[in-house]
């Protein structure tokens, strides 16, 4: 499992995921590569109720949600306060035409270790480090409509 | 007149002063018009008055007077108590050596069922489409599943030789999700392949090369497209032959690359996966076990393809081959030569 221990330097996550099969493969896969990772949940209001007491660095959404909840406008709350977000679905043209409020979508279906790399790699790309590769299936958002991924 | 009465297409023939000289039965039909109610009548007192339309009006008399020439024109004829009728006008001007004999000959098409069932088509169009990307959604979470129970498994897994096989199945099924994703993205039903193998060959690395052991896996060749049912057998032929190079190869952290190679000539391809590893076992009952799987043979008979292996110059080169047409510059010779090979491997 290629991981980069010394970048995640504990960093926070949040996954939101209504599949908790999905959910809890990320999570084992996040923490073996060094990473805190919350509570799993798949409800908007609990991913709200989450970040008031901790701000993660990074919130991997997925865009369906329990019941009518919704990735999206959750990821408009989450970017307001400053929370960047990583979609995480595979309701792709949903998460491009919701650009604006995410960094970037790994859409399902995503290796697990694919995630693991594309969330070093946006982690680094936040802060402006750009030397990373970028990994296999990841679109990176930056605000231009062309700069998807193929 | 006579030509005029009996066309099957709505037609009248109009005089200088929009009066109608003569109405085709069919016009008469489709309109809802007294046959008596026609001839030697102005144009704008047919009906319920629907024919005054002020647009009509002035399109014919443009029309007569020379001023313009229009081939089509689209109006709505909203009959009292009828429903709206889509009509495409063309407008004639005929000039007889009488010059105050004018005539204007105007046919008209009822384009309205026609519109109506095309934008029927373009509705059920839509409909196609929303219903493939919820289709497309929902293998996509189902494959998730899949894989998650999979990786939960083999992380749960005592012996690592139980732990093996759920990792190797894991990738077998993100051999098949990586090349979902990509169909997602294109909406196509054809494959680049350079990209697909790349996709799978990145995910392949992250998940099956351990940390810091120095193995590069790399695609080459692969500049075309196939079929997207071809290309989910050659997915799954190159994460086998790759998972066998990785376990076989390169023991104790053994440096090396991976190649994996794809060439087109027309509709022939040929598929190779290169390692430069410890090369081949001399005992064949390990070959048959290590290299020849069950799954690449079933797959690459599925393609009508062949496979051979055998020693590259370091290590060991296992070569997939698919001849639809045989060529004229020796290929065909060594087709057979691999049908042959592949067979006498089989008997084994």
Known sequence: ?150 | MAVVESSPGPLLLLDGDLNIVAASLSFLDAFGIEPAAAPGNPLASLGGGEWRAPQLQSLLTATLSGAAKIETYEMDLRRPGGEVRHLIVHAQRLVYLDVDNVRLLVAFTDATDARASEKAKDDALRRNLVLLQEVRHRVANSLQIIASVLLQNARKAASAETRGHLKDAHSRVMSVAALERQLAGTGEDHVELYAYFTSLCDSISASMIPDGHQLALVVEGARGTVDATVSVSLGLIVTELVINALKHAFPDQRTGKITVECQFRGPNWSLSVTDDGIGMPTDPAEIRTGLGTSIVEALARQLQATVKVESARAGTRVDVTHTQVSLVDGQAADAEATVAASRAAQSK
């Open chain 1, 1 to 150: 499992m290629a991981t980069n221990a010394s970048d995640a330097s504990r960093a926070t996550l949040l996954i939101v995921e209504d599949e908790v099969l999905p959910a809890m493969a990320l999570r084992d896969e996040l923490e073996d590569a060094g990473y805190r990772v919350m509570d799993l949940t798949g409800r908007q209001a609990e991913a709200l109720d989450a970040v008031r007491d901790c701000k993660p660095d990074l919130a991997l959404v997925n865009i369906k949600l329990h019941g009518r909840d919704d990735g999206i406008a959750l990821a408009e709350s989450l970017t307001a306060q400053g929370i960047p977000v990583v979609f995480i679905s595979g309701q792709t043209s949903r998460a491009r035409s919701a650009r604006t409020t995410a960094i970037g979508s790994l859409p399902k279906p995503y290796n697990a270790a694919d995630m693991v790399l594309a969330v070093g790699y946006l982690l680094a790309h936040l802060k402006g480090d750009e030397s990373q590769p970028r990994p296999a299936g990841l679109e990176v958002f930056d605000g231009e409509p062309d700069t998807a991924a193929a």
